[in-house]
């Protein structure tokens, strides 16, 4: 039996890993420091059991049985906290724990349960490990056919029929990640939320178009909307994932030849679709961006020089900046230009060339063009415009 125990201090760890090797030197105990590395051991290695800590940074042991119980049906679940956080034990016991085991953890109880335990699912191993191997199987082909179907690339004549039968009519959703980091975790949360929402609300299935995108096929129920079902997404999406994600889905579809079109279709629209924020607080980064252009504004500037200042990727800032300003970044920047310009022409005696130059235009030809272009006069123009307009209101 392969048993992983989760929790981030390292004297519980070590301490159940000792107490279950003594006494079972035949199961193989793996180890994690945090849910994110349990994820990673759960898709890399055939777990039984897990024993997870209830409270650890960045998401509790709940949230990870939550989000794997989908993935990972067979698996054994026992959650161990503190007895201050006994309030905890109602979820576990709904979510499916087996145990609830408060610390300290008495060294016969950790033994009794470990024995009650493997030998129930030694028994269970018998009986279904088989069958969950084969549907395993076939739920990745048909993801990986749907998947390649999707994407437009030739399916070497495989038959699509099982597909158009199990759906007459249906709608896509696509999932869509930016970050510059490694999202296999992120991932693989957005593909358990998502396949929990579709089976609670139709049916239908979820697929992996690559690395940072995944696409839900869903024949939805007469109750449910796709309104409902992207809303409840999002809720899930901003509570666990930490990366910037945007979700879009087409309308009904009842050709099942469209769909490579339609994600098509979804994946330009991406281009112009903000992302949703996310826990590390995208909106303060855009506050820290904003004061520093206004410090800097007269030097060289770039959008990916200023998202890098602010640990974003240039693609969520970019529109994240947009969403917040109303502008894009260019345009932004020289609007802030200008206005400075104008400033300096009706307040003080400096040459053109000087101001320019204040203002981030070096090149005091480009200056005036740009100048122009926004105001319908140049800068010497309006400089001469604003000192008549003194001198009348000074008559």
């Given at each position: 039996?392969?048993?992983?125990v989760?929790?981030?201090?390292?004297?519980?760890?070590?301490?159940?890993?000792?107490?279950?090797?003594?006494?079972?030197?035949?199961?193989?105990?793996?180890?994690?420091?945090?849910?994110?590395?349990?994820?990673?051991?759960?898709?890399?290695?055939?777990?039984?059991?897990?024993?997870?800590?209830?409270?650890?940074?960045?998401?509790?042991?709940?949230?990870?049985?939550?989000?794997?119980?989908?993935?990972?049906?067979?698996?054994?679940?026992?959650?161990?906290?503190?007895?201050?956080?006994?309030?905890?034990?109602?979820?576990?016991?709904?979510?499916?724990?087996?145990?609830?085991?408060?610390?300290?953890?008495?060294?016969?109880?950790?033994?009794?349960?470990?024995?009650?335990?493997g030998?129930?699912?030694?028994?269970?191993?018998?009986?279904?490990?088989?069958?969950?191997?084969?549907?395993?199987?076939?739920?990745?082909?048909?993801?990986?056919?749907?998947?390649?179907?999707?994407?437009?690339?030739?399916?070497?004549g495989?038959?699509?029929?099982?597909?158009?039968?199990?759906?007459?009519?249906?709608?896509?959703?696509?999932?869509?990640?930016?970050?510059?980091?490694?999202?296999?975790?992120?991932?693989?949360?957005?593909?358990?939320?998502?396949?929990e929402?579709?089976?609670?609300?139709?049916?239908?299935?979820?697929?992996?178009?690559?690395?940072?995108?995944?696409?839900?096929?869903?024949?939805?129920?007469?109750?449910?909307?796709?309104?409902?079902?992207?809303?409840?997404?999002?809720?899930?999406?901003?509570?666990?994932?930490?990366?910037?994600?945007?979700?879009?889905?087409?309308?009904?579809?009842?050709?099942?030849?469209?769909?490579?079109?339609e994600?098509?279709?979804?994946?330009?629209?991406?281009?112009?679709?903000?992302?949703?924020?996310?826990?590390?607080?995208?909106?303060?980064?855009?506050?820290?961006?904003?004061?520093?252009?206004?410090?800097?504004?007269?030097t060289?500037?770039?959008?990916?020089?200023?998202?890098?200042?602010?640990?974003?990727?240039?693609?969520?800032?970019?529109?994240?900046?947009?969403?917040?300003t109303?502008?894009?970044?260019?345009?932004?920047?020289?609007?802030?230009?200008?206005?400075?310009?104008?400033?300096?022409?009706?307040?003080?005696?400096?040459?053109?060339?000087?101001?320019?130059?204040?203002?981030?235009?070096?090149?005091?030809?480009?200056?005036?063009?740009?100048f122009?272009k926004?105001?319908?006069?140049?800068?010497?123009?309006?400089?001469?415009?604003?000192?008549?307009?003194?001198?009348?209101?000074?008559?």
């Amino acid at each position: 039996m392969n048993i992983l125990v989760v929790d981030d201090e390292d004297v519980i760890r070590s301490g159940i890993e000792r107490t279950i090797k003594r006494s079972f030197p035949e199961h193989r105990i793996l180890l994690a420091t945090n849910p994110a590395e349990a994820i990673q051991q759960l898709n890399s290695e055939a777990i039984d059991l897990v024993l997870t800590d209830v409270r650890m940074p960045g998401m509790t042991g709940l949230q990870l049985m939550e989000i794997s119980r989908r993935s990972h049906a067979h698996v054994k679940w026992v959650v161990i906290s503190a007895y201050s956080e006994f309030a905890y034990a109602k979820e576990a016991v709904h979510l499916g724990a087996k145990e609830y085991l408060l610390k300290p953890i008495g060294k016969d109880i950790l033994i009794s349960m470990i024995s009650k335990l493997g030998d129930e699912i030694a028994r269970e191993n018998e009986l279904s490990k088989d069958v969950y191997l084969l549907k395993g199987n076939l739920r990745f082909l048909r993801e990986a056919v749907f998947a390649r179907w999707a994407s437009g690339l030739d399916l070497g004549g495989i038959d699509l029929k099982p597909f158009i039968e199990n759906h007459p009519y249906f709608q896509l959703l696509m999932i869509k990640m930016e970050s510059d980091l490694d999202v296999r975790v992120e991932h693989f949360i957005v593909e358990n939320v998502l396949t929990e929402l579709i089976e609670s609300m139709g049916r239908g299935f979820v697929a992996s178009i690559d690395g940072k995108s995944l696409l839900g096929l869903v024949t939805l129920s007469e109750e449910s909307s796709m309104h409902q079902l992207v809303e409840q997404l999002r809720s899930h999406l901003k509570r666990y994932v930490k990366a910037p994600f945007q979700v879009l889905h087409t309308d009904r579809i009842s050709d099942f030849a469209k769909v490579p079109a339609e994600v098509q279709s979804m994946r330009k629209a991406s281009a112009s679709t903000v992302y949703d924020h996310y826990a590390s607080g995208g909106g303060q980064s855009i506050e820290v961006a904003f004061q520093y252009i206004k410090t800097h504004f007269h030097t060289e500037l770039s959008l990916e020089k200023v998202a890098a200042i602010v640990y974003l990727n240039p693609v969520y800032f970019s529109q994240l900046f947009k969403q917040k300003t109303g502008s894009g970044f260019k345009e932004y920047i020289t609007h802030l230009r200008l206005e400075r310009a104008m400033e300096l022409l009706r307040t003080s005696d400096l040459k053109i060339t000087d101001i320019s130059e204040r203002v981030g235009y070096p090149d005091m030809r480009h200056f005036s063009q740009i100048f122009r272009k926004k105001n319908g006069n140049t800068p010497s123009e309006y400089r001469r415009c604003m000192s008549e307009i003194h001198s009348v209101e000074h008559l």
